[in-house]
């Protein structure tokens, strides 16, 4: 597919596209928000950082309310249930407040020297090998044990949730207004149906775990409805779980691949907050958002009209050469803190905190603990996963002596 008149190629369900967006990317910062035909369907296309800020900070009239038909509702994760993803104020704000309280930065803090024993564990695990798969061996398995604990799954279901999650995932990728594939259905039932037990159980039996917290969380005398419980649940174990494993994978990716960079950060570890941001900025894990126009509207001298779908681009906006200089270049030393990895505005990633610190402890351990880290074949083809979306490595392999 094609911007009108303009001949530049825009499809995420391309293969080609997803494995390296950036090159199309380039082409389409060019210019202002571009109207195309996505599957017979006009589309705005949102890539300048100024554009993309102006509409994620302007909810009143950019919609997060997705408009499906209710065959391909009744096959999705949340079914109809509202979402702080898929919700606009005061809808999300009531969600967001009933579960703020297990995201504070005291709270995430709290968690820090778990994570750390984690890492530690899996890390453990490698050393007597020769290389690290970073995918299989930390960045898959990490952030699904953290959120796993955090709801109190019990350890022997962390595979199945993971393979859960990476079904799910992949089953995104379908095409817009299309019902998800039967085989993903099965699997969305299934994670449903373990959460929906979950939250009866915690009814009547609570203890010191998220769900149970879920459970009890009142704002002004209102608490989540069963049916948003459990897509509160389902969503944060798969936002959470798929955002910072691609937040590790990417972010190893671009060390291996900046040598320079690595030892810069082994060598000065108070670097880290700052590379941690730049990884985001540089190769982030969610690519893009939606929303949809309420009313017409002018951005970046192009008028969107009221019901217009609009792709915003968040991984070209931190491309943006009027944002960020020389865009390009991966620099651990940039000071950036304005990308908009984890969105902007009132649909703030409300896990970001949690994602940054785990990406921090996982990529900063293994450094740490492998010296020699580096990439087994800088020059071997990489295979990224089905969603673009959430832009991830099947694998990635390096060599550890």
Not at 20 to 34: F, K
Not at 150 to 169: A, H, N, R
Not at 228 to 253: P, Q, S, Y
């Amino acid at each position: 597919m094609e911007a009108q008149s303009t001949g530049i190629y825009f499809n995420p369900w391309d293969k080609s596209f997803r494995d390296n967006p950036y090159p199309y990317y380039r082409a389409l910062l060019d210019g202002s928000p571009r109207t195309i035909d996505l599957f017979g369907q006009p589309a705005v296309i949102v890539t300048r950082y100024a554009d993309v800020t102006a509409i994620l900070r302007d909810w009143a009239r950019f919609s997060s309310v997705q408009q499906i038909s209710p065959e391909v509702r009744q096959r999705g994760l949340f079914r109809g249930a509202a979402t702080m993803l898929f919700s606009d104020p005061p809808v999300q704000t009531r969600l967001r407040r009933l579960v703020s309280r297990d995201f504070t930065p005291r709270r995430i803090r709290e968690m820090e020297p778990r994570i750390r024993e984690i890492a530690t564990h899996l890390l453990d695990e490698v050393e007597g090998r020769g290389s690290l798969e970073v995918m299989a061996d930390l960045a898959n398995a990490l952030p699904v044990m953290v959120i796993a604990e955090m709801l109190g799954v019990p350890p022997e279901q962390y595979q199945t949730f993971k393979e859960w999650s990476d079904i799910i995932i992949a089953g995104e990728n379908t095409i817009p207004g299309q019902p998800m594939p039967d085989d993903v259905v099965k699997i969305i039932n299934q994670l449903r149906s373990y959460f929906a037990r979950e939250i009866e159980k915690r009814r009547t039996q609570p203890g010191p775990d998220l769900i149970s917290a879920l459970v009890a969380a009142h704002v002004d005398n209102e608490a989540m409805s069963a049916e948003e419980l459990i897509a509160f649940v389902v969503l944060l174990l798969l936002a959470g779980n798929e955002t910072t494993t691609n937040l590790i994978g990417n972010g190893m990716l671009a060390l291996g691949r900046h040598p320079d960079q690595m030892e810069l950060l082994r060598r000065s570890p108070e670097l880290g907050p700052r590379a941690i941001e730049e990884m985001l900025r540089y190769d982030g894990p969610v690519q893009a958002t939606s929303r949809r126009a309420t009313a017409a509207v002018e951005i970046g001298g192009t008028a969107i009209p009221a019901g217009a779908e609009c792709f915003i681009l968040l991984a070209a906006a931190n491309h943006d050469p009027a944002q960020f200089p020389d865009p390009d270049r991966f620099d651990i030393t940039r000071e950036v803190r304005d990308h908009v990895a984890f969105g902007e505005g009132v649909h703030y990633c409300i896990g970001a905190p949690l994602a940054r610190l785990e990406g921090a402890i996982a990529i900063g351990e293994t450094l740490r603990r492998f010296p020699k880290l580096h990439l087994s074949d800088p020059s071997a083809p990489l295979t990224y996963k089905g969603s673009y979306f959430l832009r991830g490595l099947d694998s990635l392999r390096m060599e550890i002596r």
